[in-house]
């Protein structure tokens, strides 16, 4: 059984995918794995836990609020409408997993930007 060659782009995700546990490649999206922490002082990143992406959300987890607010956050800090990011799982759960229509080795670079200290 023959296997496809990796294009070059595709190489490129998933190299940058591999750096981060909490992001796997998907052809021209990525899947984000989120332990969301619910009615924070202020929405934002708390760095990694669990092989996952610790995010404080101000939302409460009623009404599909802080799902709303999640994926608001993610498409506002990599500068995408909001449609561009979906609960994929766990829209009931503290662990989430979203998809995002942008390749991997942005959302990798996004993330080092965002958990990485600039002296690193």
Request: net charge positive; aromatic share 4%; charged share 25%.
């Amino acid at each position: 059984m023959a296997t496809k060659p990796v294009k070059a782009g595709a190489a490129a995700n998933i190299a940058a995918a591999l750096d981060w546990p909490c992001l796997t490649a998907r052809d021209a999206s990525s899947w984000l794995d989120l332990s969301v922490v619910p009615n924070a002082k202020r929405t934002g990143a708390d760095g990694l836990h669990d092989g996952a992406l610790r995010v404080r959300l101000a939302a409460p987890p009623v009404d599909g609020k802080a799902n709303a607010q999640v994926c608001e956050w993610v498409a506002d800090e990599l500068g995408l409408p909001k449609r561009a990011v979906r609960v994929l799982r766990g829209p009931a759960s503290r662990r989430k997993q979203l998809e995002i229509d942008l390749d991997a080795a942005a959302v990798a670079a996004w993330l080092g930007k965002l958990v990485l200290p600039a002296g690193e």
